[in-house]
């Protein structure tokens, strides 16, 4: 299975044409899931003990398998947090995966991981960490999450009277779902600030404050959001820092969504004191057009990960070795063996330009005001709230929970888009609202006025 033969050229150009229609195809079919007892009808079994052949294989994929898939890319996704990797992006991601290139160690992928800080580099500038700042890419926001909150928590516990205790973090109720996972995967304690717009540092200094005394010798960091997943919203990361600062706390700012932002010099603003994190996480496959799965993390002294994460094996003795000196990605996450998460990132930055990484992110935010605009002109919606960055939220009049879940299933099945609820608390407890969350810069008002129509009455 190794061998060069005819079936593996022909295989490879089946492939190489499939990826280039896709590429090419800026509205690709929003597919639907099926059932996997469906799935198994149509497909059988295809792991056998002498193989279905790659033809066969590749057949089912793609006109079975795939149509059950949703591409993130299509200009009517609007659920979630989707993507749209540049095509410079994936096409350097097939390159990044037949490199057959481990990016663990500067000894076997010196040249990729001087690509991938090269872009690294460019993330530090954006936040505007002082001079030695530096980071690592990751799989996603949960393993940037995750390698910041144990490289905070050890340098907490190299106090001695912190070794035997469970830490304690807090965080806002509008935090990522991956905190509170995080916190469980450290067997941490974390307490959330009840704010429903931004956690300002009034907020923070009270919540302190109203900790007892063993909850507070167990508080070591605080995370701030840069952009909530549901709305957008953008804690006070100013006075977040001053408050750490006053209490020695590690400061934490997850813009894993959001941190694409600031490249864009509309909103820069409302990131001021993001510089000021001991740590933070930006995911380049959400707002920086990268293929998943890419994530990062940001530390403002990046010895203090090292000294929480770097592995140590006789097999693994040589990459000290002085002949074998470089950045070692491995030594600054939870991951010893990963691939070139950021060259895609960089080969499209360094295709591209910055200019034009600006202009797609604010066609996000200019999309989110746009539907604004036109949702606030119908007569039975209405806006929850203004749009914060590229998210959107507003109600149907008169529509029940119900309601909205099947106007979502009703525009997936007809191919339509997918639109999905979501909710936000009110004086009277949590109502479902719909949800928009722009990040393709292919879609087009005429997009928005098409799914806006399907809530008429």
Request: hydrophobic residues 40%; contains cysteine.
């Amino acid at each position: 299975m190794h061998n060069i033969d005819i079936g593996v050229v022909e295989m490879t150009l089946d492939v190489m044409k499939y990826a280039i229609n896709r590429i090419t195809n800026i509205s690709p079919t929003l597919g639907k899931p099926k059932k996997e007892e469906e799935l198994y009808k149509l497909v059988g079994e295809t792991i056998t003990s002498k193989g279905i052949g790659g033809e066969r294989a590749f057949e089912l994929f793609k006109d079975i398998l795939l149509p059950a898939t949703v591409p993130i890319d299509h200009p009517r996704h609007l659920a979630f947090v989707p993507a749209a990797p540049t095509r410079a992006a994936v096409m350097f991601d097939l390159v990044t995966s037949a490199s057959s290139i481990h990016g663990a160690y500067w000894m076997e992928g010196a040249g990729g991981i001087f690509c991938e800080n090269q872009a690294m580099k460019w993330l530090v500038s954006l936040a505007g960490m002082p001079a030695g700042a530096f980071g690592v890419f990751t799989s996603g926001g949960t393993a940037a999450n995750l390698s910041a909150m144990v490289t905070a928590r050890e340098h907490w516990r190299k106090d001695a009277a912190n070794r035997n205790k469970k830490g304690l973090i807090i965080a806002s109720i509008g935090a990522h779902s991956s905190i509170k996972a995080m916190a469980q995967v450290i067997d941490a304690e974390l307490i959330l600030v009840d704010s429903q717009e931004e956690m300002t540092g009034e907020d923070l200094e009270s919540k302190i404050n109203s900790l007892d005394t063993s909850q507070r010798e167990r508080l070591f960091a605080v995370v701030a959001t840069g952009g909530t997943t549901n709305a957008g919203i953008i804690d006070d990361l100013e006075g977040i820092a001053q408050v750490c600062e006053d209490h020695g706390l590690w400061y934490h700012v997850d813009a894993a969504y959001g941190g694409g932002a600031l490249v864009a010099d509309s909103v820069r603003h409302h990131f001021n004191g993001i510089e000021k994190a001991d740590s933070i996480t930006i995911d380049p496959h959400k707002w920086l057009f990268s293929p998943y799965d890419c994530g990062a993390i940001l530390y403002k002294d990046p010895e203090l990960a090292k000294e929480a994460h770097s592995q140590e094996g006789s097999y693994l003795d040589i990459i000290s070795d002085e002949g074998a000196q470089g950045f070692n990605p491995a030594d600054y996450q939870i991951q010893l063996t990963r691939r070139l998460r950021g060259l895609p990132l960089w080969f499209s930055l360094a295709t591209n330009g910055i200019d034009k990484y600006k202009w797609a992110v604010e066609k996000g935010i200019s999309l989110a005001k746009l539907s604004a605009e036109l949702i606030e002109k119908r007569p039975e919606l209405e806006l929850v709230r203004p749009p914060s960055l590229s998210c959107v939220l507003f109600r149907r009049k008169g529509w029940s929970p119900e309601s909205y879940t099947n106007w979502t299933y009703n525009n997936h099945k007809e191919g339509l888009a997918l639109v999905t609820p979501t909710k936000w608390r009110t004086s009277e407890g949590y109502e479902t609202v719909i949800r928009f969350c722009f990040i393709n810069p292919d879609t087009g008002q005429e997009d928005i006025e098409m799914i806006l129509d399907t809530l008429k009455e």
